[in-house]
């Protein structure tokens, strides 16, 4: 049983902490307490035990480091003692009680500072130049799939010098830790070549010395307790390993994935039978085996490529926000590819389960994919309507251009006696919308939609699709995912998954629901545009 006060780490956790490699890389899925329990850890210690340092906590956006990675480090932190105001200040200038770092920061608006001088400051990739001037002692890469790696290594990784004469003696000076699920994407994948870096050998010679490391002082205690004098050889020794410690951690890789057959004892067998037996077979590789798995080539949408997804981020609103916004603060003003003096197209897809809004608006030759919406169960399509509308609450042109096909008409076993059109339009139009509903006739045949998205991808149709990456994290990996098989017509999106109860690893809004909202968008912003969609908005800023 857990005494009060002591913290739990699991096997993957504690091995991390006590490997303490120079370099780590961890690759696993979600709730596995990466955030949690080995990010906080890391910056922790860096922080305490190289007092007046500078690290960086790398995100891929700054909205994600706002709502998702320093939320949680500062959670954890918060759990083990340590408080806001009292041993740490987020996000300005600390006060003059608190020692002052080596190197200080120009400006304290995304930075973390402890008592002893040690700062954090928080780079996010889609603001240029975050990382320009810096001498970093550490740096922390968080949602790793994420992160361009060009930007990493040209930006950041030549900041992470450390301060030798201050730090020299640490193993961990210049330190890089790299945390991520799966990725899905080649891009994404960067991070994953550490796994031939990674000297084996070297890390069973750590494990070794950490284990005579603790049997000495296990001889010295029991020695102590038995009232007997310790022999000065077992001092020197302790030095000497810790010293061989040291040097072995300061030049250490250490890469590990966890799959989650590697928790059997905790999850059980059957857990493992049950979880192959009810997800699809890309589904129980990816989150149950961890194994290695991109855009499909002969997926559903195979000429997506990560160029198709972009960053953008309105920083001057995100900043006035401070760092800790009220989660309605955070609607379409966070976002700069949004015209709000322009209509947003929208295509829905209606199911028991889930239904999905997913929203656009044409740019160009550009159909931006703005953000997707959906909800679960219970909750079906007036909630649904409703959070759309609260997220676009500050937006001018309070138009939707609604795409449907037939299957919007005639039947309703999402809300009542009223088919699902008509329950849109007047959800909107109970919220002070105005709709342009644009019937799209019976829907388009598999095959039909295939070659049509996929030239739209391919640069060969009038309009070209991009995700906003933040606003759609769970559509593009439905998107990617999306499989392919064989129907009476030739192929079609494959789409048994959509008829399995919903778990922890095979979650309904990473299913084929939402790519099919999607696709009704862009077939209907590509073959029925509307003159109501005209629009001059520049998107600089969008990356």
Known sequence: MKKPNEIYFNKPQRLTQLIGANTTVIVAGRRTGKTDSIAAPYGLRNMQRMPGSTGGIVVPTFRHGLTNTIPGLLAAWKRWGFIEGVHYVVGKRPPKSFACPIIDPKYYEHVISFYNGSVAIILSQDRPGAANSLTLSWVLVDEAKFIDYNKLKDEVFPA??????????????????????????????????????????????????????????????????????????????????????????????????YSSIENLQLLGENYIKQMKRDLTPLTFRTSILCERIGIAKDGFY???????????????????????????????????????????????????????????????????????????????????VSEFCAYYMHHREKTVVFYYDATALGSNYAVNDQDFHWVIVHEFELRGWRVEDVYLGPPMRHDEKYLLINRGFAGKQRLMPFFNRQNNDDLILAVQTAGVERGRNGFRKNKSGEKLAESEEDLLEHRTDGTDAFDTLYIGCEKFPQSVMTSNYSIVGIQ
């Open 302 to 384: 195979s000429s997506m490529r990560e160029g198709h997804k972009y960053n953008a981020s309105d920083f001057e609103y995100l900043d006035s926000l401070g760092w800790y916004p009220d989660p309605t603060a955070l609607d379409s003003r966070a976002d700069r590819d949004v015209d709000p003096d322009a209509p947003i197209c929208i295509g829905m897809d209606y199911n028991a389960n889930i239904n999905w809004i997913v929203a656009g608006q044409p740019r160009g030759k550009k159909l931006l994919v703005l953000k997707s919406f959906y909800v679960k169960y219970e909750r079906k399509l007036p909630e649904l």
């Open 160 to 257: 992470n010098g450390g301060i030798k004469s201050h730090f020299g003696k640490h193993s961990f000076n210049h330190a890089v830790m790299v945390l991520s699920d799966m990725p899905q994407t080649q891009k994404g994948s960067w991070f994953l070549h550490y796994r031939e870096k990674m000297d084996a050998e070297l890390i069973e010679t750590i494990k070794g010395t950490l284990w005579e490391i603790w049997h000495t002082k296990q001889r010295i205690r029991e020695m102590i307790a038995a009232g007997k004098p310790v022999p000065g050889y077992l001092q020197g020794r302790l030095r000497l390993l810790d010293r061989d410690l040291n040097r072995m951690r300061s030049v250490a890789v250490y890469y590990k994935e």
